[in-house]
């Protein structure tokens, strides 16, 4: 089934974070593929806001490639940013598989630059950048 959520501007990302959470059912490994300036940080973002992550906590992992916070509930969960990733062994290196084996939510951001090992059933989901600036986020289960 293709799922669609359309961010009509940065004031219904927490909307859209609240609907995205809703529909992804127990998927843990969510990959998001988009170019460079599309939201992929500022939505994982309003994603940790709706799941009670301290707002001052969250960050992009660009440098640390991955970033951990805590949820409300104290559940960890895991933020990945791969841009800077030229070689697979780099990801196996800080225990990729550690973390996405961990059974809790882990969100990829550049998963093109390690897809060859990410897991079958991650959750591939594009957003677009649309002409008048809003996002779409597409994904299919």
Not at 13 to 25: H, N, P, T, Y
Not at 69 to 93: C, Q, W
Not at 98 to 125: A, F, M, Q, R
């Amino acid at each position: 089934m293709r799922h669609t959520i359309t961010i009509r501007d940065i004031g219904d990302i927490d909307r859209a974070a609240a609907e995205f959470l809703s529909e992804i059912g127990d998927n843990k490994i969510i990959a998001f593929f988009a170019p460079m300036g599309a939201g992929k940080t500022t939505f994982t973002a309003a994603m940790c806001h709706r799941l009670g992550v301290r707002d001052d906590a969250v960050s992009s992992p660009t440098f640390a490639i991955v970033n951990e916070y805590r949820t409300a509930n104290g559940e960890p969960m895991y933020h990945f940013d791969f841009y800077r990733v030229t070689k697979i062994s780099e990801a196996l290196d800080i225990g990729f598989y550690d973390y996405i084996d961990s059974g809790y939510l882990c969100v990829i951001e550049w998963p093109e630059n390690i897809e060859e090992i990410l897991p079958e059933e991650t959750l591939k989901v594009s957003i677009t950048v649309n002409p008048d600036e809003s996002r779409t986020l597409v994904w299919d289960d």
